[in-house]
T-cell receptor
Framework: DAKTTQPPSMDCAEGRAANLPCNHS???????VYWYRQIHSQGPQYIIH???NNETNEMASLIITEDRKSSTLILPHATLRDTAVYYC?????????????FGKGTKLTVNP | NAGVTQTPKFQVLKTGQSMTLQCAQD?????MYWYRQDPGMGLRLIYY???????DKGEVPNGYNVSRLNKREFSLRLESAAPSQTSVYFC?????????????FGPGTRLLVL
């Protein structure tokens, strides 16, 4: 699996957009980019995933560069409840034998 | 739907004691997983079950056993607990719920081994 690099921490003001970067320069053509987050003491929560097109859902947007070597997760209007550790994972979907590899992620703090 | 549930929420064991962590999902998912998370670290996969009747080792299986009791339930057993197994344990299931096929996690079991 391709490795990912994320900044260890970021801050964002409440109501502003939070842009979380992820570098995955060794990604292969059939690997997807997944984002999860973990709010303190809770289980990880799926946010979004994509292959090469930009994706948007009710939680966030995912922007993947044309060369696919990096991506950005965007929370358009961050709230205090978005304070969490955000994990970027690159993975080829393998159905039931899929094994997600979690790094240390980015700790996002949303400030009032 | 309750999603993925885990019991107990907290447990304290003495070295050498045994216990079983329970996990159940009501989303009709085929695949289930057990992870552990140590302080300041990401999750590491212990065991997984791609489908009912099958189990496979993950990254850190030593000291653990699992049982896929049926499609809903996947248990993790510590036969002889060691302080190094102090951790937070998360169960997950994989399937398509609310649009995306991905893994959905339970709330975790916090285990302290003295």
């Amino acid at each position: 699996d391709a490795k990912t690099t994320q900044p260890p921490s970021m801050d964002c003001a409440e109501g502003r957009a939070a842009n979380l970067p992820c570098n995955h320069s060794t990604i292969s053509g059939n690997e997807y980019v997944y984002w999860y987050r973990q709010i303190h003491s809770q289980g990880p929560q799926y946010i979004i995933h994509g292959l090469k097109n930009n994706e948007t859902n009710e939680m966030a947007s995912l922007i993947i560069t044309e060369d696919r070597k990096s991506s950005t997760l965007i929370l358009p209007h961050a709230t205090l409840r978005d304070t969490a550790v955000y994990y970027c994972i690159v993975r080829f979907p393998q159905g039931g034998s899929e094994k997600l590899v979690f790094g240390k992620g980015t700790k996002l703090t949303v400030n009032p | 739907n309750a999603g993925v549930t885990q019991t107990p929420k907290f447990q304290v064991l003495k070295t050498g004691q045994s216990m079983t962590l329970q996990c159940a999902q009501d989303m009709n998912h085929n695949s289930m997983y057990w992870y552990r998370q140590d302080p300041g670290m990401g999750l590491r996969l212990i065991y997984y079950s791609a489908s009912e009747g099958t189990t496979d080792k993950g990254e850190v299986p030593n000291g653990y056993n699992v049982s896929r009791l049926n499609k809903r339930e996947f248990s993790l057993r510590l036969e002889s607990a060691a302080p190094s197994q102090t951790s937070v344990y998360f169960c997950a299931s994989r399937g398509r719920t609310s649009g995306a096929e991905t893994q959905y996690f339970g709330p975790g079991t916090r285990l302290l081994v003295l």
